[in-house]
């Protein structure tokens, strides 16, 4: 059965760094866009960062633009999200999450398989 487990998340101090994996199990990840996305308490679910199934296509919301940077490693069937410059606004729960058909990147509701997510709180 296919799945994704997200972890690196962690308290950092605003400023810092933290970098988060995908890891898959039970299918090639490289058959599917990737995307993640963050759940502030009382907030809903915001797509943050997605990369593309066949050309490495990358898109970044506004907020973390120039200090996220996501990647893909096949040999290790894992997506990366380097978080660089972290700021108390980016606390939330993180989620990575997959779909097929590389649309809507920013949608929930457009990916089928989710992560338990994990926690990233920013403060000092």
């Known amino acids: 059965q296919f799945h994704v487990v997200e972890s690196g998340g962690g308290l950092v101090q605003p400023g810092g760094s933290l970098r988060l994996s995908c890891a898959a199990s039970g299918l090639p990840l490289d058959a599917y866009a990737v995307g993640w996305f963050r759940q502030a308490p009382g907030k809903e679910r915001e797509g943050v960062s997605y990369?593309?199934?066949?050309?490495?296509?990358?898109q970044y919301a506004d907020a973390v633009k120039g200090r996220f940077t996501i990647s893909r490693d096949n040999a290790s069937n894992t997506v990366f999200l380097q978080m660089n410059s972290l700021k108390p606004e980016d606390t939330a729960v993180y989620y990575c999450?997959?779909?097929?058909?590389?649309?809507?990147?920013?949608?929930?509701?457009?990916?089928?398989?989710w992560g338990q997510g994990t926690q990233v709180t920013v403060s000092s």
């Open positions: 990369i593309s199934k066949d050309d490495g296509n990358t």
């Open positions: 999450a997959t779909q097929i058909w590389g649309i809507a990147w920013y949608n929930p509701r457009a990916y089928d398989h």
